[in-house]
């Protein structure tokens, strides 16, 4: 009897599919591809007593150089990433007294591969209209010149205008490695 019950053993086992081999985890790659061409990013927000400045960095990530001279062309958008009206002056429109830097005009500039350039976006955040909602933009379509193609950035903190609207612009100037 012992025999038929060991034997009926080894032969359910025999019968039984084997254990699949588990499958080692697959490698997760959270490296994005390097960014090509010219590349636009914010930098970061300065907000002392009531004046924000917006760094804005370009860099040319392409393999030739590149000529820009101006004022990037800039669109804040809101949460929903609809358009808001606002003024964008150039120099700091009479929004704060700027250094030199900020108010000085456009320069031609060649950007060789690597090499990158910037602008400020000024602005108060003022609520001087106590009928009107404050606006604030979370987004922004920035082309390096008038004409060229929008890219889109977040910049931390959104851009808190109140309900002034108005905001001034400095030209390109090349960043020093």
Same mark, same amino acid.
């Given at each position: ?11 359910? &086992? ?21 960014? &090509? ?25 392409? !393999? ?5 001279? @101006? ?13 808001? &009206? ?33 602008? @400020? ?33 977040? !910049? ?11 905001? @001034? *612009?400095?030209?390109?100037?090349? *960043?020093?490695?």
């Amino acid at each position: 009897m012992r025999t038929a019950i060991i034997l009926t053993l080894l032969l359910l &086992t025999a019968c039984t599919a084997p254990e699949p081999t588990p499958t080692p985890p697959q490698p997760t790659t959270t490296s994005q591809p390097p960014p &090509t061409g010219l590349v636009i990013r914010p930098a970061y927000t300065d907000a002392a007593m009531g004046i924000r400045v917006l760094d804005i960095h370009l860099t040319n990530y392409g !393999p030739d150089t590149t000529q820009i001279n @101006g004022y990037p062309d800039i669109r804040i958008l809101d949460k929903d990433r609809q358009p808001i &009206t606002a003024t964008i002056g150039h120099g700091s429109s009479d929004i704060s007294t700027m250094d030199a830097a900020f108010n000085a005009p456009p320069q031609p500039l060649t950007l060789e591969p690597g090499q990158s350039a910037r602008v @400020g976006l000024l602005w108060r955040n003022l609520v001087t209209e106590p009928d009107r909602t404050a606006t604030h933009g979370v987004y922004l379509d920035i082309a390096p010149t008038l004409g060229a193609t929008y890219q889109r950035i977040e !910049p931390d903190g959104g851009i808190d205008l109140g309900n002034t609207t108005k905001l @001034g *612009l400095s030209a390109w100037t090349k *960043l020093t490695q």
